[in-house]
């Protein structure tokens, strides 16, 4: 006799099956709000160490689904662990976040794609791991950085609020920019091609610097990458399903929703819930609680979680944040959201 498959609510949802259980997880779900994350990190090492370590990582990324009751576990690992794997020197300063040395036009062709993925194995082991400790119902989402995102850092050398030397560099030095773009993602599609026939059932684009760019930056620049690693990840795995997260897009989401083909369109917490209306029917939504709401919690928090579940009973929907929870946010505040978000 054949068992009957578990129904996994999240990943239904992001293949375009409404659930009558409203799916939710919480971006950043693994991190310094936790107490039991901050002592493992103690132990840890370097934040990297920690990345590459598939026993750490794989109970890192289990730890929030053993508090409270969350439909996805997502990889705990770090958008910048590509460019690392590409050879380019990545470190994290604490009270800094990550520091790069930054490529230039001579750079840029030493980077390897090729090895890229070998270096990456310990990453693809922990998405084993967490696969075997997840229970059947739940989804395990894979990510990457998105090659326009990954670039500002690769370029800049750290984050910045106007990414405006990756901005420069891809104005006046277009040829070694492209470059750029097609080793990240070559790299990005392998990646993630690894992550699913690991285990993760579905995967995530983050573009977290996708606002500041013009339209025709954007289109070039966030929209034709994010196009082509869809395409090539489902040249590799048919049917491939991801979630596309262009933080900060407004207005030019519709057209990034038609050209990349994503399953599930990720809204950033400054998007108006009307805006859905004019996103393509029947696509898949997440978000969009802003994440200080939930930091301050009360009725304020419960009444907006009331009105985004709201907005999006006509489509598909994943509750999330619209960016990722912030460290001091109180455990209990974690709780109250999901028992609003599940009762509205």
């Known amino acids: 006799m054949t068992a009957t498959p578990v129904l996994k609510p999240l990943l239904e949802t992001v293949l375009g099956r409404r659930q009558q259980r409203l799916p939710i997880w919480i971006m950043r779900q693994a991190g310094r709000y936790l107490p039991e994350y901050r002592e493992l990190r103690a132990k840890a090492g370097s934040f990297l160490d920690l990345c590459y370590n598939p026993e750490l990582a794989a109970?890192?990324?289990?730890?929030?689904?053993?508090r409270f009751d969350l439909d996805a576990a997502i990889l705990?690992?770090?958008?910048?662990?590509?460019?690392?794997?590409?050879?380019?020197?990545?470190?994290?300063?604490a009270g800094e976040g990550p520091l790069l040395e930054?490529?230039?036009?001579?750079?840029?062709p030493r980077l390897n794609p090729k090895g890229a993925l070998e270096k990456l194995s310990p990453?693809?082991?922990?998405v084993r791991r967490v696969r075997a400790g997840l229970g059947p119902e739940k989804t395990l989402i894979g990510f990457c950085g998105s090659p326009w995102t990954v670039a500002?850092?690769?370029i800049g050398g750290r984050g910045s609020s106007d990414q405006a030397a990756a901005r420069v560099f891809a104005l006046t030095q277009p040829e070694a920019f492209a470059r750029l773009i097609d080793i990240l993602i070559e790299a990005s599609i392998d990646y993630l091609a690894a992550q699913l026939r690991a285990g993760a059932d579905v995967v995530q684009l983050f573009e977290s610097w996708a606002l500041n760019l013009d339209e025709v930056?954007?289109?070039?620049?966030?929209?034709?990458?994010?196009?082509?690693?869809?395409?090539?990840?489902?040249?590799?795995?048919p049917g491939a399903p991801v979630i596309g997260f262009p933080r900060g897009?407004?207005?030019?989401?519709?057209?990034?929703?038609?050209?990349?083909?994503?399953?599930?369109l990720g809204l950033d917490?400054?998007?108006?819930l009307g805006f859905a209306a004019e996103l393509p029917a029947g696509l898949g939504v997440q978000g969009n609680l802003d994440p200080l709401r939930l930091l301050a919690g009360g009725e304020q928090m419960d009444d907006r979680v009331r009105q985004i579940v709201a907005a999006f009973r006509d489509r598909p929907h994943i509750f999330n944040l619209g960016h990722g929870i912030v460290p001091e946010t109180p455990i209990g505040h974690v709780e109250r959201l999901i028992a609003v978000a599940r009762g509205a």
Do not use: C, H, K
Not at 59 to 65: A, G
């Open 152 to 154: 500002t850092y690769m």
């Open 269 to 272: 917490y400054a998007m108006p």
């Open 102 to 108: 930054p490529v230039t036009t001579e750079t840029i």
């Open 217 to 237: 930056a954007f289109r070039n620049w966030v929209i034709e990458p994010n196009r082509r690693i869809v395409e090539g990840l489902r040249t590799l795995i």
């Open 249 to 264: 897009a407004a207005g030019n989401l519709p057209a990034y929703a038609r050209a990349t083909g994503v399953n599930v």
């Open 123 to 126: 990453i693809i082991e922990t």
């Open 76 to 93: 705990f690992s770090d958008i910048l662990v590509i460019p690392d794997a590409l050879g380019q020197y990545v470190r994290f300063e």
């Open 59 to 66: 109970e890192v990324t289990l730890q929030p689904l053993r």
